[in-house]
């Protein structure tokens, strides 16, 4: 690879917890936040008020006025791991389809045309030979730009045309919900005690927005209990740290393997909910009824399907922002997400 004359930048993919490198190399894209705020430069001033430091908000400018077109860009996770190398695309964009990437706001976004991607075999160096810090920074590592001159890139490569992105889900409301339920077969008691229990799982939803992190027994017990017990289970089928899975759900009694039918695992507000699929499906492991599992902070939930051997991501939503799809994961919203979590589900 000649990067010869070349400005190169190292790209952050998320942290040690949330990790979001697979919707980047999808989507053709490179991305940072806080994005709430809108467009840089307007975001500026308002989230100098809402007190971010001013080495975030540079770090912001810098990802907005400095990358340009064409400078090589390595995507990292942490500071020896990279993912993805590859050059930018046209000019800086604020694109609202990234607001909800896992719970980061990420709608600073910049093209780009991966070269080499390492989603599947990435390339790990010597820890430190990266920098930590901002998420948009200068790559200087001999090391690394000793690799990126080894690497070997068809020259087709470099004519490939970035995908087409996906718009953001349309918002929806509780009522459009409702009905959406009901034509499913969902029983009128549990939509009315879903309506009725709303307002106040997301009045305390927003409330725990920038207030002390609450453990996860206190998300399972003040969030995702009410919500699931407002969409029909009885508290005989839910059984609260359960064999060391955070809520386990039953289709019938007794509490037994044949008869787990969700796995539900809860994280600490503020972290990867998703990240969390892996240890749902492994206390899954082994009980043939469990077809669903489910994932969440409390403020946001994924629900995923088993299919064949794995579990897949059907449907995502978040309490604060109610959406009829996130087309950044290719899956729905809060209306099959809440579908997909009650009884009756089939």
């Keep these: 690879m000649n ?6 930048w190292q790209q952050a993919c998320g942290d040690t917890d949330r990790n979001y490198s697979r919707i980047c190399l999808k989507w053709d894209v490179i991305l940072n936040g806080p994005g709430y705020a809108g467009k840089y430069p307007e975001c500026d001033g308002i989230l100098k008020e809402d007190g971010w430091t001013s080495k975030k908000r540079t770090d912001i400018r810098r990802f907005a006025e400095q990358m340009k ?3 090589i860009v390595v995507l990292r996770l942490g500071t020896g791991t990279v993912l993805g190398v590859g050059q930018i695309i046209g000019e800086y964009e604020w694109l609202e389809c990234f607001g909800d990437v896992d719970g980061w706001d990420l709608q600073h976004v910049r093209r780009v045309n991966w070269l080499w991607k390492g989603i599947d075999s990435p390339k790990y160096f010597d820890t430190y030979a990266l920098k930590q810090g901002d998420t948009t920074q200068e790559m200087t590592s001999k090391i690394v730009k000793d690799w990126l001159v080894q690497l070997e890139i068809p020259e087709e490569k470099y004519d490939r045309k970035p995908v087409k992105l996906p718009k953001e889900g349309r918002l929806i409301d509780q009522n459009e919900i409702a009905e959406y339920l009901f034509e499913q077969g969902i029983s009128s008691n549990s939509i009315e005690n879903l309506t009725k229990e709303f307002d106040e799982l997301r009045r305390i939803a927003k409330w725990y927005l920038g207030k002390e992190t609450p453990s996860e027994f206190e998300t399972v017990s003040y969030l995702v209990v009410p919500i699931l017990r407002a969409l ?10 359960w064999h060391n899975v955070d809520l386990a759900l039953f289709d019938q009694l007794p ?3 044949d008869n787990l039918s969700v796995v539900v695992e809860a994280k600490r507000k503020g972290n990867s909910c998703l990240s969390a699929k ?3 499906q492994g ?7 469990c077809k669903r599992l489910i994932v969440t902070d409390g403020l946001r939930y994924g629900t995923y399907i088993k299919d064949g051997n794995e579990y897949k991501l059907k449907a995502y939503f978040n309490l604060t922002d109610l959406r009829e799809s996130y087309p950044i994961y290719e899956c729905l919203g809060i209306k099959e997400a809440l579908r997909i979590m009650t009884p009756e589900w089939k």
Excluded: C
Excluded at 232 to 241: N, R, S, V
Excluded at 283 to 289: I, R
């Design 3 to 8: 990067i010869e004359n070349k400005k190169i």
């Design 283 to 289: 206390y899954a492991q082994g009980k043939g009824n």
């Design 232 to 241: 029909g289970w009885t508290p005989q089928k839910m059984a609260i740290e």
């Design 255 to 257: 509490r037994k393997d």
């Design 69 to 71: 077109d064409e400078d």
């Design 278 to 280: 892996s240890q749902a």
